[in-house]
């Protein structure tokens, strides 16, 4: 048994959610989250299941949550567009229409009304013990995500210029007190160069 077990129906149909192949970890918890609002709305099961990936590994077992795959499982839809509500409910009146037992989806559902009805719950299944930040005694800890990657050379979506992250710096600088900056990225390497300065 995980952490996550959900007090489901045990239904005659399941929703399914498929992963969109190489998510990263938000956009995974973006999808899950969907797909149990979804399942919650229509009072069905829950299942969700993780292709392997070359660039990405399923990142939810950090909130013990584990795959789940079923065995056969239909595709109803299929990266129709950027989540929003109204691509949510196209998936739920799919589901509720179909006579398959699997009814699956795979969309980006990257907007939290696809799961704002069932919120507080999904706060629960991701909610993580607290841990210590290596903060210094008398600091103000600030964090700061540098996304690359995929980023970088992708034709919809923008990076950060280095300028912009200096100029922030230094705005933190003049307006908090002692500020600690705790840097996350996914280029390691490039932070090292720019914030080293």
Known sequence: MTRFD?????????VVVEFVQ???LANQMFEFA????????????FRWVWKPSKLREFGL????????PPENYSLLMSKQGQGNRALRDKAINLIRNS???FCAVSCPFQDERCFSDHADEIR????LEPFDLPNP????PVGVQVRRGDYVNHPRLNVCTP?????ALKWMRENLENPHFIIVSDDVHYCHKLFEK
């Not at 969907?34 to 099961?45: D, K, P, Q, V």
């Not at 077992?61 to 789940?68: C, G, L, R, S, Y």
């Open 34 to 45: 969907a797909g149990y609002s979804i399942a919650r709305t229509l009072n069905l099961s």
């Open 99 to 101: 006579k398959e037992k």
């Open 22 to 24: 190489d998510a990263g």
């Open 124 to 127: 629960e299944i991701f909610k």
């Open 61 to 68: 077992t950090a909130f013990d949550i584990h795959e789940n």
């Open 137 to 140: 005694a008398g600091t103000t």
């Open 6 to 14: 959900p007090e489901f129906p045990d239904s005659d149909k399941a």
């Open 163 to 167: 300028s912009y992250y200096l100029e």
